[in-house]
């Protein structure tokens, strides 16, 4: 009997409001939407101080910029997940 009432608990704990992910998912791009705000703020302000790195900072800047936005996929995988149910 209590293999029947898991079951059922883990089946109710999938379903959440497609509403409720919605928020959440936005909730969770503030985060990588703040990295990108800042990456790209740290490379125009080096390249300010010193314009010959330019080119390596574009490629540290791209390159951490594509970290921080696989978090913000990530979210709306989850998101898409969350919300089928």
């Known amino acids: 009997m209590s293999n029947i009432v898991l079951a059922q608990a883990a089946e109710q704990a999938v379903n959440i409001n497609p509403g409720l992910a919605a928020?959440?998912?936005?909730?969770?791009?503030?985060?990588?939407?703040?990295?990108?705000?800042?990456?790209?703020?740290a490379?125009?302000?080096?390249?300010?101080?010193?314009?010959?790195?330019?080119?390596?900072?574009?490629?540290?800047?791209f390159s951490t910029f594509v970290l921080t936005e696989v978090l913000a996929l990530i979210g709306i995988v989850i998101y898409f997940i969350a919300s089928a149910g």
């Open 23 to 41: 928020i959440g998912y936005g909730l969770g791009a503030i985060g990588p939407g703040i990295g990108v705000g800042l990456i790209f703020a």
């Open 43 to 61: 490379v125009i302000n080096g390249t300010a101080r010193q314009p010959e790195a330019q080119g390596k900072l574009q490629g540290i800047g």
